[in-house]
């Protein structure tokens, strides 16, 4: 389709403010699909995504609209995911758009990812267009949610606003008349040599890499050898299509197009979000510039339940590939055996990334419990990065440690205020300015990273009645007091279990730590002492009881014979469970988690 013809648009919103029944409802309107093959949030096929009701990787589908004139144009829609953890994967897709709806539920109002991906949009130089959703519902507030958009943007005013009900349908044709209205369409340049941003990708098993792009000038098509510009790899591409919502091959796809390439490269890292794809021969003169790839934040050792590490292996390369925010290394775990060390963005993303090994690779992994990068200066003047508290020097040989800090901001309506100020008082953090956006109030606040990682997010939810939203941003690297805790049971150390905490919270995580240990650690036939050891001394021990009774001293009637073939088997069992590893499940794992 000619370019004038063309408009490239992603939903941004806050997470449960409606993009993917938006986006149902533009594929129903333009029938894309059919109404029979209509089922709920379409867009949303990782299983994960129907558990959490989360859009976690961004999607692309092609729609085509005829408008009240007869005239037919292209819609490719991008759907985006609204997680705080996932702000990486708003930024790719927009980079592929001109313009953004930006999804406001009334009852809700403006939340802080609605702010952050405005912001994002912004930055990108797209048109968003302003968007109420939910206006079926009676606890629908839209003057106040109309006057909270126009503190963000005085542009966004009653005239340029539109009122919708994904829901229902009501509304929805004024939003495809104003995206066409609205948003420019590309300006590529059809004749030049193709260049191409690749914005995301797949991977399958028969075809390869199938990488998502955006082609920004040129012709895409299978007549030539093509070249990922970064990697400098060439390959003949097996097919071009789009996705409407399921994969179409297409002959090409023109400039200001967005579809899909079957690459054929069955190496997952060998195609990276960012690159730029080009002609072999007739290349574009320079490549994109790329993304500015995500900084994983958290991190957590990943194990197979079953052994089967090659499994792990190769699903963890293909996930890696799908989701370029998530990282790995092997490593080694004397409790757990062969593993990955893996990075994510924060805890959900953690969640996600063990939901889709489950789902996707039918993998049950023990995950080890979180912890972000400590940066460690040694008295010798060494410099560590540590991302496994296993690592974490010898307390004698520390001159510093440093760990990750953020910002947070967090919007909150008034009534919540109280509650949210004692969260972030009992997470450490450090009130930076108190504001208000029309009748909410933002907090922004800086916090150890470790603080905010793990259940902030829900705790604030909690407290907040669902209404307060979070926002984060890394800051700097600071000195901290951080002692290790180490593990023993048997009086061995046991390397997962090992934990980085603030000293004034060790008396007491390792109290409850043991308490929890005692809970959840499978019982031996002898009693297991458990030492939670800092700086050398065990702060707190328990013993974990035995599975039997002791058959010598349980009062039974047997016959002397019979007790002292107990007790030889005993003794012999007891033997061969001290030379074993105690095998640890999950939930002593799930256990420290709730610490
Ligand atoms: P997303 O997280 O932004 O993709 O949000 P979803 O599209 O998954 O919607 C979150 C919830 O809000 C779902 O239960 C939807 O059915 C519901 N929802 C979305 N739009 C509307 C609407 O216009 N009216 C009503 N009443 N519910 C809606
Ligand atoms: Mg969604």
Do not use: W
Not at 130 to 142: E, F, R
Request: charge should be neutral.
């Amino acid at each position: 389709m000619q370019q004038q013809f063309i408009r490239n648009f992603a939903i941004i919103a806050h997470i449960d403010h409606g993009k993917s029944t938006l986006a149902d409802r533009i594929m129903a309107l333009t029938k894309t699909v059919s109404e029979r093959d209509s089922h709920a949030q379409l867009l949303d096929d990782l299983a994960v995504e129907r558990d959490h009701g989360v859009t976690v990787k961004s999607r692309t589908v092609r729609n085509y609209y005829r408008d009240q004139t007869g005239q037919d144009y292209e819609y490719n829609l991008i759907d985006t995911p609204g997680h705080v953890d996932f702000n990486y994967e708003v930024a790719k897709s927009l980079a592929a758009t001109e313009g953004a709806i930006l999804l406001v539920d009334a009852t809700q109002g403006v939340q802080a990812q609605t702010i952050a991906n405005y912001r994002i949009a912004q930055q990108d130089g797209l048109t968003i267009i302003p968007v109420l959703n939910k206006i079926d519902m009676p606890a629908a507030d839209v003057p106040a949610t109309l006057a909270q958009l126009h503190d963000l943007n005085p542009a966004f005013d009653r005239a340029h606003t539109l009122m919708i009900s994904a829901k229902t349908g009501e509304g929805v044709p004024a939003v495809l008349e104003a995206i066409k209205e609205r948003i420019p369409a590309p300006s590529g340049k059809p004749t030049a040599p193709l260049k191409a941003l690749v914005f995301d990708s797949l991977y399958d098993p028969y075809q390869g890499v199938i990488a998502y792009v955006r082609v920004l000038d040129g012709q895409l098509d299978l007549s030539q050898p093509l070249t990922l510009m970064q990697a400098t790899l060439d390959f003949k591409a097996k097919g071009v299509g789009v996705f409407s919502p399921t994969m179409h091959p297409q002959a090409t796809l023109n400039a200001g197009e967005v579809g899909y390439v079957v690459t054929g490269i069955k190496d997952p890292r060998a195609v990276r979000v960012g690159e730029t794809l080009t002609r072999k021969t007739a290349p574009a003169t320079a490549a994109l510039p790329g993304y500015r790839p995500a900084q994983p934040m958290v991190f957590a050792g990943l194990y197979p339940k079953d052994n089967d590490y090659p499994a792990l292996r190769e699903a963890v390369l293909k996930l890696g590939l799908n989701d370029t925010s998530f990282s790995f290394t092997e490593e080694r775990s004397e409790a757990l055996g062969m593993g990955f060390r893996c990075g994510f963005l924060g805890a959900f993303h953690l969640q996600i990334i063990r939901e889709r090994l489950r789902d996707e690779y039918g993998l049950e992994v023990l995950a080890t419990a979180p912890n972000v990068t400590y940066q460690v200066t040694l008295k010798n003047g060494q410099h560590m990065v540590i991302t496994n508290p296993v690592q974490f020097p010898a307390f004698g040989l520390i001159e510093t440690v440093a760990e990750p800090f953020v910002r947070a901001e967090i919007t909150t309506p008034d009534n919540g205020l109280n509650a949210v100020l004692k969260l972030v008082d009992h997470h450490k953090g450090t009130l930076l300015d108190l504001g208000n956006s029309g009748d909410l109030v933002v907090v922004t606040a800086k916090f150890p990273l470790s603080e905010v990682a793990a259940h902030f997010f829900s705790e604030l939810k909690s407290v907040s009645h669902g209404y307060a939203s979070l926002n984060t941003e890394f800051l700097d690297n600071e000195v901290a007091d951080l002692v290790k805790i180490e593990v023993a049971m048997n009086y061995a150390p046991v390397d997962a279990l090992a934990m980085v905490v603030h000293r004034s919270d060790a008396p007491a995580i390792t109290q409850a730590l043991v308490k929890q240990l005692k809970a959840t650690v499978p019982r031996q036939l002898y009693p297991t002492p458990v030492q939670a050891i800092v700086e050398g001394k065990a702060l707190a021990r328990v013993d974990v009881p035995p599975l039997r009774k002791n058959a010598a001293v349980n009062g039974e009637a047997h016959s002397v014979s019979k007790k002292a073939a107990l007790l030889r088997r005993q003794s012999q069992n007891k033997r061969r469970a001290t030379q074993s590893q105690i095998k640890l499940p999950q939930s002593v794992f799930n256990a420290l988690l709730e610490l």
